[in-house]
């Protein structure tokens, strides 16, 4: 849930930066035991693309916001991963990974409607902005939805807004008349989710199978497997993982699910194998 992070202004180069120094917090400094040298760190996202002052403003909010902690560990200077770190990157996981496993229809909807009062405008706005990093789609005013098991992850959302108070959760089956699939489709921009997908196969179907061919070295892959991820937790954020009942037949993300877990199998081991080498104090 990386809406949560409030990184400062937002400019491209700077969204960049806390996108991928995310995905590095998450796929990186997590694996190698939640902490991370700010040196090697610093280092290793240079390689990745980004420039050292961008890197250190992005680990100085984080840790701001109650992500990061100083902790020296064999007399390198570093940063560990806090609790509320930890929790927001797996309630993140649990998004990200929504598109493997579509949604049983059975299973039911989960319902979000608020009523928050034009005195709380910017957490309504910020309310919303969460609901859409979840995958939920808007059906009409204040009423928003997605399958029944995003329900834990709404009721956190509100929690950190602190708007229980004006906002009702509800799962349960639909029992309308109108079209089931064409009610969804109104509240998601599915033909748009559709296109990432496919344009990520396009992107990336060579090198899945180039990376399962051949090992790369682990130079070379750290910061390709960075910047897969990167592009990759962007889109499951944008999927609801709905039932495949209710999506077209030639929905892309098995295809994309398929290569991107080619290219994390591919790519992740000898990614983690350059990382470790920066671990050790200078």
Not at 18 to 42: C, D, E, N, Y
Not at 143 to 148: F, G, R, Y
Not at 173 to 197: E, F, K, P, V
Request: hydrophobic share 45%; with cysteine; proline share 6%.
């Amino acid at each position: 849930m990386d809406a949560v992070i409030d990184t400062g202004p937002s400019g491209t180069h700077n969204r960049q930066s806390r996108t991928t120094v995310v995905t590095f917090l998450g796929a990186v400094v997590r694996p190698m035991g939640s902490w991370m040298p700010i040196a090697g760190a610093v280092d290793l996202l240079v390689q990745a693309g980004l420039d050292a002052p961008s890197v250190r403003t992005a680990v100085h909010r984080l840790k701001g916001n109650g992500w990061l902690e100083s902790e020296a560990r064999d007399g390198a200077r570093g940063y560990a991963l806090t609790a509320a770190a930890l929790e927001t990157l797996a309630a993140g996981d649990e998004v990200i990974w929504h598109a493997r496993t579509p949604a049983v229809l059975d299973d039911g909807w989960c319902i979000v409607h608020f009523g928050v009062p034009e005195s709380m405008r910017s957490k309504r706005q910020q309310l919303r902005a969460h609901l859409t990093h979840l995958g939920f789609g808007n059906v009409g005013t204040a009423l928003w939805i997605a399958p029944a098991r995003m329900r834990d992850a709404a009721q956190r959302a509100v929690a950190e807004l602190d708007l229980e108070a004006h906002t009702a959760v509800f799962v349960g089956d639909y029992h309308g008349t109108q079209d089931l699939t064409g009610l969804l489709y109104d509240s998601w921009d599915l033909a748009g989710i559709d296109r990432s997908y496919r344009d990520f196969v396009s992107a990336h179907e060579k090198l899945a199978t180039s990376v399962e061919r051949e090992r790369p070295a682990p130079a070379q892959a750290f910061p390709t497997y960075l910047a897969i991820l990167d592009q990759w937790r962007r889109l499951p954020f944008r999927d609801p993982g709905l039932p495949a009942e209710v999506l077209a037949p030639d929905w892309a993300a098995p295809r994309a699910v398929s290569v991107f877990e080619r290219l994390v199998a591919g790519l992740e081991a000898p990614a983690l194998d350059h990382a470790r080498a920066h671990w050790s104090p200078a």
